[in-house]
């Protein structure tokens, strides 16, 4: 059997594995050595200790673990609820203002954390209890939630686009400043499409009954400004000293969680045992996907030691395929993985793939790797394998998971607009980072 | 008998995941340093390009078994998480077999003889000036390994169904 064919049985077996619901990284260790050592021999072991260890020193990819850290701390110092009760105060008597308060909330918080977890939980813990007490429409207010939360796997600083980078070699300060617009983009959508159902129907967002006094005016005013500065304060240091260009992503991420650990000090909302279980949940979020980015850079590197991506790259060149068409169906492939895959797998072992056809096709690496990245973004809500949902449903138990799901669709169909947005306005994504560069 | 020896494993990994977890503070603390003293003092340090992929290559591969432990590792669940209890065990028992213990093992003694060799010739990294001795952090491979083999045969023992969970 030639080699070629050999990495494709890999990829084959690989997903037979895959199903049997095993740790995907071990999984992925385990068919990489059995195929590799049939198509090349004993030398795939010395392989794949220089590929894990090739891995361990990528300085890019330490940014992980720093962000993970930020985020947890941030999670547990609750930063961004001053900011959401004082704008609540201001403008709780409009209509629909929590779906409002919980966008903007979801935003600054995406853009000043980078994983996912942390802003459903966060925002479910502030925003459920009251929507709840308001009558508000229960699949809108979950879908805003989780919706809202998962943009911080995709506004910067996000981890995901921290470990593309290397996968697609991209600059991940370049994925940084193209991931900017479409972020936003999603978010007007998703905020736009929740107003708009309130504004049709007043019983899905009540106004908020609340004193209006002047001196209380006065109160919320001062609560928002005071709230908002720290977390103003940490976008500029982490995501605006990226863009600017004066910190690395790994440095940046490190001065965000210094200046995280002292927030939560100085407010006196991070004790002792707080930070001891950051330091775990840390551990256990950073070593899961890196593992697993290690395990399969030794795949990826034996797929194509193989010869099997250069022939696959040579046969999707050869489809005659139109490369908008290529890309289309790239895209409908990792919406279809997206559903029982979380992002991990798919950045790191399918976009490695796909790279190579795309490079060759004269297409924009940045766009394309922006456009995986809202695309992979559906992941997140998408039930029934939706972890955004479970987080939610961990915090607000009152919700039932039907709802809940019911909720998340909506707002997946928004995602899809937005991609098929991206993809046909490459300008979305590249127009920031070209300013940038100037 | 065998419930204490695996709770003993099993408290040896978690206390190594311990101390592990604390090289996320000394990544932010050497990181923050470094970019103090570039940013306002514009006195670059010479070590911290080489501290910070140490500290991160080690904290997540000295960190996998812990995670392990913590059921961290991401699975491809969906069809895993509808079976019953007892066909979940009986389904890891076979994977650890068919799919955990071969990668480990030979992590172990190939990252072993990786690392040896680094020793014996006192290797130095040549990517920065500050050229420190590598051979400690190649010896991280191995002893992932070791971590890794002993919480996997925790995990194996107990979904064996010879103790308890």
Partial sequence: ?438 | MLERVLRVLEGAIEAVGQVVAWFVVGLTIALTYEALARLLFVAPTVWAYDVTYMLYGAHFMLGAAYTLRRGGHVRTDFLYERLPEVWQRRVDTICYLLFYFGPVLALLWFGSGFALEAWRRAERAITSPWMPVIYPFKTVIPVAAILLLVQGLVEFVRNLGLAGR
């Fill in chain 1, 1 to 438: 059997m030639t080699g070629e064919a050999l990495g494709f049985l890999m990829l084959g077996g690989l997903l037979l594995g895959l199903l049997a619901g095993f740790p995907i990284a071990f999984t992925l260790l385990a068919v990489a050595l059995l195929f590799g050592y049939m198509g090349l021999g004993p030398r795939v072991f010395d392989l794949m200790t220089l590929q894990i260890f090739s891995v361990m020193r990528e300085t890019v990819l330490a940014a992980v673990p720093l962000f993970v850290f930020m985020a947890t701390v941030l999670e547990r110092a609750r930063l961004i609820e001053r900011f959401f009760l004082g704008f609540l105060a201001l403008a709780g008597s409009i209509r629909g203002s929590l779906y409002f308060a919980v966008m903007v909330t979801a935003i600054l918080f995406a853009a000043a954390t980078g994983i996912v977890g942390a802003s459903v939980t966060l925002l479910g813990v502030m925003a459920g209890p009251l929507m709840l007490r308001a009558g508000y429409d229960v699949r809108l207010s979950a879908g805003i939630i989780t919706a809202g939360g998962t943009l911080g796997i995709l506004i910067p600083p996000s981890v995901m686009l921290v470990v593309m980078g290397p996968v697609v070699g991209v600059p991940v300060t370049q994925l940084f400043a193209g991931a900017i617009v479409p972020g936003l983009l999603l978010g007007g959508l998703y905020l736009g499409y929740a107003m708009l159902r309130c504004f049709l129907d007043p019983s899905r967002g009540p106004a908020i009954q609340q004193a209006n006094s002047e001196a209380g005016k006065g109160k919320a005013v001062a609560e928002l400004m005071l709230g908002s500065l720290p977390v103003v304060g940490l976008i500029f240091g982490t995501l605006g000293t990226i863009l600017l260009g004066i910190a690395t992503p790994t440095d940046a991420a490190a001065l965000g969680a210094f200046a995280s650990v002292l927030f939560g000090i100085v407010t006196r909302r991070l004790d002792w045992s707080g930070f001891r279980e950051a330091m775990g949940k840390t551990l256990e979020v950073s070593s899961m996907i890196l593992f697993l980015v290690a395990a399969s850079n030794f795949f990826g590197a034996v797929f194509g030691a193989l010869g099997s991506s250069r022939l696959l790259t040579q046969l999707l060149l050869e489809s005659g395929l139109p490369a908008m068409g290529l890309v289309v169906l790239a895209m409908a492939v990792i919406f279809l993985l997206a559903w029982p895959l979380e992002w991990v797998p798919i950045v790191v072992i399918f976009l490695p793939v796909l790279v190579p056809v795309v490079a060759k096709m004269g297409m924009d690496l940045l766009w394309f790797s922006v456009a995986v990245a809202v695309n992979l973004q559906t992941a997140w809500l998408s039930p029934p394998v939706a972890l955004s949902a479970y987080f939610l449903k961990g915090v607000m138990p009152e919700w039932s998971l039907k709802d809940i799901y019911l909720g998340m669709l909506q707002f997946m169909m928004l995602q899809l607009l937005g991609l098929v947005a991206v993809v046909a306005f490459p300008d979305l994504v590249l127009w920031l980072p070209r300013v940038l560069q100037r």
